[in-house]
């Protein structure tokens, strides 16, 4: 394998290929893109502690300088990558061409845009760490911060201006937060969280005209009528995978994402895709998905490695997901279905719960409050797919990994 | 001098590592940036993952928090009385010349 692996994309999927392919031995060339300039660094910090200030860009490092070199892995950064020659099997980038022998697209998502509004100099989104400065270096100046969407970023963000003294309100389409990945009991607690903490919620609702003075947005009027004053403005109205590459070379795409098999191979048998650009067939609830994640950017860059040296066992994870808000951990285990049963083990005013989805006692999803222990072992029971004795999970004085 | 506090992880399989770190980062930041094996930090120091478990002196073996405490029990090794999370011990001066061990698996 001379030209070895090329890798498109340096984000936590990216990063951990490279880094496995040389932990299992793989000895040949290994390229590292990055559209950035900078090392590959952790995602979640932006919306929390980087954004805080509580950590340096430098703490959020992936890996430390030295490690690329000492593994031998070429980190190449700033590099746009603009098509695949999948006859000739190289990448055609800005300013040169790269040969391959594998190829794995880990290109990841930007942030959705809304129309009409690049042109105002507040108004920003939050995908990379770019990003993440200008949104930073604008907190520091706004008294008052608008988020369009509320969503895990976008709550993320509201937290963490609500704990420097900004004033938040939030634009919410549907009726809840975070109503279309929690179920109604976890969403409505977030709800009440944010009202408590402050934020000014604005629910079923759509920004409708936008107000300006000079090129900085001012005020926004929403469809409900209500018009909001505000200086600062983030949209974060959800992700779309980054598959333009993937599409002029006509791999097979699904749920707008690129589509891979169980050892992450796209349509084309040289190519694989890992991380928040791909969906897949999630073998524990049988469904097309999408898990845009760490954990599945981590894991699947696991597999990708074991795959290229011929160990895939494929890929079969148990998804896991974390946000933290305020004082609030928010930890999900699992994947909701359908037909599932639910039960509420702790309590919710005590902001310390789970509310478990189960059919007939095999539990599928764990969504867990402050209650570490219940999500970790909620990981294994969902794993091992032990029958639950659902009598004793609702006793939360009883530890859940000793309920089955 | 400056903020530099030198400690030392020995791997399961008796490899050491004498690495400098800077005060007020994680002990899995040190880790992490020193290139030292044995730790995952799978959720990159969020306290949960249980994944940069690490034995430590005697003098630093209780848990920060109760959250620390729970996700210790369930940690991929038996938890022993000097267990604790990596990404939760903040290097202080303390800390100098201090010697960790880690585990033979994180996961």
Excluded at chain 1, 369 to 376: E, K, P, V
Aim: glycine share 6%; hydrophobic share 40%.
């Amino acid at each position: 394998m001379s030209e070895g692996v090329v890798i498109v994309g340096a984000g936590h999927a990216g990063t951990t290929a490279a880094a496995t392919l040389r932990q299992l031995g793989f000895d040949a060339p290994i390229k590292l893109l990055s559209a950035e300039a900078t090392l590959p660094y952790h995602r979640p910090p932006l919306s929390k502690a980087w954004l805080a200030g509580e950590k340096s860009a430098e703490q959020i490092q992936l890996r430390n300088e030295n490690f690329y070199q000492i593994n031998a892995i070429e980190l190449i950064n700033s590099c746009s990558v603009t098509a695949i020659d999948t006859h000739n099997k190289r990448l055609e980038c800005a300013a040169s061409l790269l040969r391959y022998d594998k190829l794995i697209l880990a290109t990841g998502c930007q942030a959705r845009p809304l129309a009409g509004l690049d042109e105002y100099t507040n108004v920003l989104s939050l995908r990379n760490l770019a990003d993440a400065r200008r949104l930073q270096e604008q907190l520091g100046q706004a008294h008052h911060l608008t988020l369009i969407g509320g969503g895990f970023v976008g709550l993320e963000v509201a937290a963490t201006a609500r704990k420097r003294g900004i004033a938040v309100d939030v634009i919410e389409a549907e009726s809840g937060l975070l109503k279309r990945v929690l179920p109604d009991l976890v969403a409505d607690f977030f709800l009440q969280k944010h009202r408590t903490e402050g934020v000014n919620l604005h629910l079923n609702t759509v920004a409708k005209s936008f107000q300006a003075k000079e090129n900085r947005l001012c005020s926004i009027t929403l469809s409900n009528q209500h018009t909001l004053y505000t200086d600062l403005v983030l949209v974060c109205i959800g992700d779309s995978p980054a598959v333009d590459l993937a599409g002029a070379a006509h791999l097979r795409t699904e749920l707008a994402a690129i589509y891979v098999d169980p050892q992450l191979r796209t349509s084309c048998d040289h190519i694989y895709a890992i991380g928040d650009c791909t969906s897949f067939h999630l073998p524990l609830s049988g469904q097309l998905t999408r898990l845009p994640s760490v954990q599945n950017a981590v894991d699947q860059g696991k597999a990708v490695a074991q795959s290229l040296v011929g160990k895939g066992t494929g890929y079969d994870p148990v998804p896991w997901f974390w946000s933290d808000q305020y004082n609030i951990k928010l930890q999900i285990a699992g994947v909701s279905t359908d037909n599932t049963t639910l039960l509420l083990r702790g309590s919710p005013s005590d902001e310390k719960f789970s509310v478990l989805e189960h059919i007939q006692g095999r539990l599928m999803a764990v969504y867990s409050i402050n209650s570490a222990a219940d999500h970790l072992a909620a990981r294994t029971l969902i794993k091992n797919k032990l029958p639950l004795d659902v009598n004793l999970a609702a006793d939360s004085s009883v530890a859940l990994k000793d309920c089955a | 001098m400056s903020d530099a506090i030198n400690i030392t992880f020995i791997t399961a399989d008796q490899q050491r590592f004498s690495i400098s770190g800077t005060l007020g980062s994680s002990l899995m930041e040190t880790a992490i940036a020193n290139n030292v094996p044995g730790i995952e930090a799978e959720c990159g120091g969020a306290c949960a993952c249980a994944t940069c478990h690490v034995f430590v002196p005697s003098s630093l073996a209780a848990p920060n928090d109760d959250l620390e405490d729970v996700m210790l029990d369930e940690v991929a090794v038996t938890r022993q009385s000097n267990s604790r999370l990596a990404c939760q011990i903040e290097l202080s001066t303390d800390l100098q010349d201090a010697v960790f061990h880690l585990p033979e698996r994180q996961i």
